[in-house]
């Protein structure tokens, strides 16, 4: 059943796709990426894909679809399809990244689950300064920064450390640091209100 459901979903957002471009209709971008996605999943499930294969599948998937939106930037008036692109791959990524904390095997010592976390996790996070890169957002590079310290906390449960501090410093030394360079930092004075 999964895998033809993830075939039939894989099949129809293509198609939709087609049809969005055909028609100029960026905004059916987001139900064939959905779709898309939710295909995959289907298709990994009817594989019998292990649960550590998943955040990597998912986080290549966010960045093939962030990615596809350089191949809009050449055209003219497609900054919608651009703006779907990158939306889209940044949630894929994003939740990705969230759905790993979800998953009690990931959270034991020396499960490769946690390894694969936090790939996607620090996926995630390079994603969101290249996004803060493309966009000209400065704040963005404060949030990749923070997002790639949580890090520790699959590298603290990779290594079976028990003490929340082996993962809560490092994030707490990264967030008072953001805090003290940010105000200083000349590429935010001209994005204050």
């Not at 703006?83 to 998953?103: E, K, N, P, Q, S």
């Not at 890090?151 to 003490?163: H, K, V």
Request: glycine share 10%; charged share 10%.
């Amino acid at each position: 059943f999964y895998t033809f459901g993830g075939r039939a979903l894989l099949v129809y957002a293509l198609a939709t796709y087609l049809v969005a471009v055909i028609e100029k209709r960026a905004w059916l971008g987001w139900p064939a990426l959905a779709a898309g996605v939710i295909g995959m999943l289907y298709l990994m499930v009817g594989t019998g894909a292990t649960e550590a294969a998943y955040p990597a599948a998912f986080l290549a998937v966010g960045w093939l679809v962030y990615l596809g939106s350089f191949a809009w930037e050449l055209r003219p008036d497609s900054a919608h399809w651009r703006d779907v692109h990158r939306h889209a791959g940044l949630g894929i990524a994003g939740l990705t990244a969230l759905a790993c904390f979800t998953v009690p095997d990931f959270l034991t010592a020396a499960a490769i689950g946690a390894i694969s976390a936090l790939v996607a996790l620090w996926g995630a996070a390079a994603m969101i300064a290249v996004h803060g890169r493309l966009a000209a957002a400065p704040r963005a590079y404060y949030v990749a920064a923070v997002l790639a310290s949580v890090g520790t906390f699959w590298l603290s449960r990779y290594a079976g450390l028990d003490n929340p501090q082996s993962w809560a410093a490092p994030i707490g030394v990264t967030l008072i640091g953001a805090g003290v360079i940010m105000p200083r930092d000349t590429r935010m004075a001209s994005h204050r209100d």
